[in-house]
């Protein structure tokens, strides 16, 4: 039976919040949020090198809570270093909200695989960066967008590992309805660093990454790698993509123009179509892409968490469509577009 106690001992936030909110972000202390992500390791016995870009996180929790006591600004300017400061520090709170809505009291626990947190939230998105200090986790999105499916609706979640090539993320509905999510992300700081087209054109790649391979997944060959029978797994195609680049850009991207459509939605319908064309088992049944883009001013830090999930319908036939219609209602109440001071 689900326990009353906070399993890493920090509340969650408003059952129906899907994002990371200045309410909840009031409740819990930095310290308190660095705790929650340490116990979540020791709950899966695993130790946390000290040079990894998670460890740094955890340093700047820790740096801001003391700034909080002393009653310091945490934030002085909006040099480099400061810029990247307040980014470690979003996002590591973002990692610890995503937790606590997946530990929640009364909730199922996600099954985690050990191997997604070792070979990833230890380890770097980038290891051809020269600056460690660029370098960030792998795997946090998963998290978020893991406990925005437990806040719309919730249910049983596996967060996948090496073991799973193809899907990150399951979510199984209590009606039996079973979605299969692949998600791609493109490291920090070169995120950072694209225009709008490049951003497309990098969008596109991963979403025909993914596609590919859940499409391996739900219909593979008759023979594995090994040389057994590789059984198909049974659930919607679910496309996510994640990116981080500015907050110019990202509205660029997302904003349509007066009676227009956005470049988000005629870029997604086109990716759709190019898909559909290579086979019905191809297309995703659902994308959303998210920019998570932080924007430091000198006095707050400005997070936009836009977003869109584009909901395609049910396309090809057969039990993945079956699946989609059980569970496509719970993804259009992940995708929120929402900015604040957060």
């Known amino acids: 039976m ?10 969650p936030p408003h059952p129906e919040a ?48 003391l700034s909080q006591r002393n009653q310091t600004q945490f934030i002085k300017s909006m040099d480099y270093d400061n810029q990247r400061k307040a980014h470690d520090f979003i996002e590591a709170r973002r990692l610890a909200w995503g937790l606590s809505v997946l530990y929640a009291p009364g909730r199922r626990q996600p099954d985690v695989d050990r191997s997604f947190i070792t070979d990833q939230l230890l380890h770097s998105d980038d290891l051809s960066e020269a600056n460690p200090l660029l370098r960030m986790p792998v795997g946090t999105f998963t998290v978020h967008f893991a406990a925005r499916l437990q806040q719309a609706e919730a249910a049983q979640v596996r967060i996948c590992g090496r073991t799973s090539q193809g899907v990150d993320l399951i979510y199984q ?27 497309v054109r990098d969008v596109r790649s991963r979403v025909l990454a993914a596609a590919e391979g859940l499409k391996a997944v739900t ?9 057994g029978t590789f059984t198909p797994m ?38 759709q179509l190019e ?15 998210f920019c998570l883009a932080h ?31 059980r569970v496509a209602e719970v993804f259009q109440k992940t995708g929120t577009k929402r900015t604040g001071n957060h």
């Open 18 to 65: 899907v994002e990371l909110d200045d309410q909840w972000v009031a409740t819990v202390t930095p310290t308190q949020m660095r705790t929650a992500i340490e116990r979540f390791l020791q709950f899966n016995q695993v130790t946390m090198p000290g040079d990894c870009p998670l460890a740094r996180w955890l340093g700047v929790l820790e740096e801001a809570d």
């Open 219 to 227: 219909e593979p060959s008759t023979a594995s790698d090994d040389g």
């Open 295 to 325: 924007d430091i001013e000198p006095t707050t830090m400005v997070s936009a968490a836009l977003s869109r999930f584009v909901d395609f319908g049910l396309v090809g036939g057969g039990v993945c469509d079956e699946h989609w219609g």
């Open 234 to 271: 049974e659930g919607a195609r679910v496309v996510m993509v994640g990116a981080s680049p500015t907050r110019e850009v990202a509205r660029q991207f997302y904003d349509a123009p007066p009676g227009g459509h956005s470049v988000m939605a005629k870029a997604m319908s086109a990716w």
């Open 275 to 289: 898909l559909s064309k290579r086979g019905a088992s191809y297309s995703p049944h659902g994308m959303g892409v």
């Open 173 to 199: 509905r209590a009606n039996g309805g079973v979605a299969l999510i692949e998600q791609k992300e493109r490291a920090y700081y070169k995120s950072r660093r694209l225009g709008l087209e490049p951003l």
């Open 2 to 11: 689900p326990s009353s106690v906070p399993a890493l001992g920090i509340p």
